[in-house]
């Protein structure tokens, strides 16, 4: 069986829910099409999704297409889900893009675009909604050569725009040409040799096919999701130019989670695509970075537009999984993928969730919890002493989305502090500190040294020995690094601390003790915990004669803006701390490019259109930490058992307290 995954993606509005919609119908996986306004579309099945029109969590449809089997992504458009988009990448064969023919190319779609090309995935862009006022044909072309990609090839021409009489008709143009031999030395030689090569000859439409799906050429179809006009030729775009899924059937088990839900039992079911081997009810396979096993208990695959139980999955498919208890997005199941990297950005804000009277906290916390099961870059952070969790997000929109569906279903009403921006902390230089066994006011039996050095940006955290690892039980090594890495999770100002090198200088315990004709004696003989809950108080303390700086999230813009109103511009741009650090005009355009901090993305986006007349384009992307340089240093309360105060964390953390 051939099967192919595509993905539809967009900017928010372009109409790709209505296009999934269309493409089903035409098919004839579904006899009626549903409406976004209507909310009873076959992928937007959230509540909150039908409600507000948009599109929130990937979802799966699958159809035939002249024998083949496509199974059909709808992602979101809205740039707060950009990690739902970029999660269900990695899984895909290839993708539809689409681009409004009103609006035109919109700032989410070059982010996009900018995924895609970097991916290599092969891509056909289809202009939808030419049937609406003030569609346009060449000028959204030339935008999508000047704005996403010069490599692209127009399928056909189009008529009546604007109406509902607007139709596309299929044929390739003599630009074709020009396009694909400036990539096939062979082609070009063909047309030097034989100036009459027409549109229809053989030899353009294979280079067509073999180009598109090596990612180096782009398709660009014309149609309506709404009147159908144009969605046959892109159907045959996906059947001829895309290519079909690969994989070895009789290979190992390797495959990817791209989603992770609860059923009604509220188990857990993972959405996986297979890239090798076939994986069979009752299996045991193993899972995710700590290489679990489980056995899988259930599968269901798609299949004509709905799902259906099966026995087994092979390469090449999409899945729902069940028994995988411990499951999470982004896991390989079975083999890792060589090559399987995650492109995520980090979330760069954090808010604390604030329980309505009368909620019940502990629901409220289980219910946290599993949303983040479902997206793991959604990080918590609870609070014991103040009764607090903190949720980390990308944007305002995905605040509304988790107050809902905390709302919706499981019936717990919150509300939201100010969103804030999630900084970060780097050594500011180097510092070490050691307390030794039965010395001083160590009230541990433990000996710990620990050195923090500044690493490269980037690097995260290195933990490293300069003493013996059979100086002492490698469990003991072990509570010591794992201590380590929890208690970077805050640093001196409360904020995670990253990218540096921490060593274990020095190390020593007390043996096993024990009396004559009795047991085992604690108080005399060094356990995991005394590790433990040393180590925090010795990594504090050589953090603080490190120092350490507070970096906030910055986001890389670019900003289009009529030029005769970039004097009003560039005032708020300094006000919001935003540095722009090229300025270019486009005939009447200008296009700023720079960096603006994270947490005034969403005020700098209001305020746009009413400096630009409306005009205004914003787009924006993590780009990287930097240190704070205006107003004071950002502070996030420590959370309980903080090593930051001696005599507090010993009182909450040890039975045995020193003088």
């Not at 087994?312 to 208890?325: D, E, F, K, Q």
């Not at 001083?440 to 500044?454: E, I, K, Q, S, Y």
């Not at 120092?547 to 813009?557: D, I, K, N, S």
């Amino acid at each position: 069986m051939h099967l192919l995954n595509l993905g539809i993606l967009a900017h928010v509005d372009a109409g790709k829910t209505s296009l999934t919609e269309r493409l089903l119908h035409t098919v004839g996986a579904i006899d009626e099409i549903g409406s976004v306004d209507a909310g009873n579309t076959r992928t937007d099945t959230l509540a909150l999704e039908r409600r507000r029109g948009i599109t929130i969590k990937s979802a799966v449809v699958s159809f035939p297409l002249d024998g083949r089997t496509v199974n059909l992504i709808d992602t979101p458009g809205h740039p707060d889900f950009i990690a739902e988009v970029e999660r269900v990448l990695g899984v895909l064969d290839g993708v539809v893009l689409v681009v409004s023919a009103v609006e035109g190319v919109q700032a989410q779609t070059r982010v996009l675009m900018r995924t895609l090309r970097r991916l290599r995935i092969p891509t056909l862009i289809f202009v939808n909604k030419i049937d609406r006022r003030g569609a346009r044909r060449d000028e959204v072309l030339r935008a999508i050569g000047d704005r996403l990609t010069p490599a692209i090839v127009p399928m056909g021409t189009t008529s009546g725009l604007g109406t509902r009489a607007a139709r596309f008709t299929p044929g390739l143009g003599p630009a074709a040409l020009d396009v694909l031999a400036g990539h096939d030395d062979a082609l070009l030689s063909a047309y030097l040799d034989d100036p009459g090569l027409g549109a229809q000859d053989d030899r353009l439409r294979a280079a067509l096919a073999g180009q598109t799906r090596r990612a180096l050429v782009h398709p660009v179809y014309f149609g309506s999701a709404i009147t159908g006009a144009g969605t046959d030729a892109l159907l045959s775009g996906v059947r001829d130019l895309l290519p079909t899924a690969d994989g070895d059937p009789g290979g190992p088990v390797c495959g990817t989670v791209f989603k992770v839900e609860r059923g009604p039992a509220g188990e857990k079911v993972a959405y996986a695509r297979m890239f090798s081997g076939t994986l069979r009810v009752r299996d045991r396979v193993p899972y995710g970075d700590a290489r679990s096993e489980g056995r899988v208990t259930a599968i269901s695959v798609f299949d004509n537009g709905t799902d259906v139980r099966a026995d087994a999955v092979p390469a090449g498919r999409i899945a729902r999984l069940w028994g995988l208890t411990d499951i999470r997005i982004g896991d390989a199941v079975g083999v890792p993928r060589a090559g399987g990297e995650r492109f995520f950005a980090p979330p760069t804000l954090e808010t604390v969730v604030v329980p309505a009277p009368g909620t019940d906290r502990r629901a409220l916390h289980l219910a946290l919890t599993q949303l983040a099961e479902q997206d793991p870059l959604i990080d918590l952070r609870h609070d014991e002493v103040r009764q607090e969790t903190s949720v980390s997000l990308y944007g305002e929109v995905q605040k509304e989305v988790v107050q809902a569906t905390l709302a919706d279903e499981y019936g717990l009403d919150v509300t939201f502090r100010e969103t804030t921006p999630l900084c970060i902390e780097r050594p500011a230089g180097t510092g070490a500190a050691v307390e030794f066994n039965k010395k001083d006011a160590n009230p541990f039996l433990a000996t710990v040294g620990l050195r923090v050095d500044p690493a490269p940006a980037g690097s995260g955290v290195d933990f490293r020995l300069e003493v013996e690892l059979g100086a002492m039980p490698y469990a003991f090594f072990k509570a010591v690094e794992d201590s380590v890495r929890e208690t970077l999770g805050q640093g001196l100002y409360g904020w995670q601390v990253t990218d540096c090198a921490v060593t274990m200088t020095h190390s020593g315990y007390s043996p096993r003790q024990s009396h004559a004709h009795q047991g085992f004696d604690k108080s005399m003989s060094s356990t995991g915990a005394d590790f433990r809950g040393l180590t925090p108080l010795v990594l504090i303390e050589a953090l603080r004669r490190a120092g350490t700086v507070v970096h906030e999230p910055l986001h890389r813009f670019r900003l289009e803006a009529p030029v005769d109103t970039l004097g009003a511009l560039l005032p708020v741009l300094a006000a919001l701390g935003a540095v722009p650090q090229t300025t270019a005009a486009r005939g009447d355009t200008g296009v700023l490019d720079g960096t603006v901090p994270a947490a005034r993305v969403h005020e700098l986006e209001q305020r746009l259109p009413g400096l630009t007349r409306g005009e205004g384009e914003l787009e924006s992307a993590f780009e990287a930490y930097a240190p704070v340089t205006h107003g004071p240093v950002p502070r996030r309360p420590p959370t309980d058992h903080n090593p930051l105060n001696r005599k507090e964390y010993l009182l909450n953390v040890t039975r045995r307290v020193g003088g």
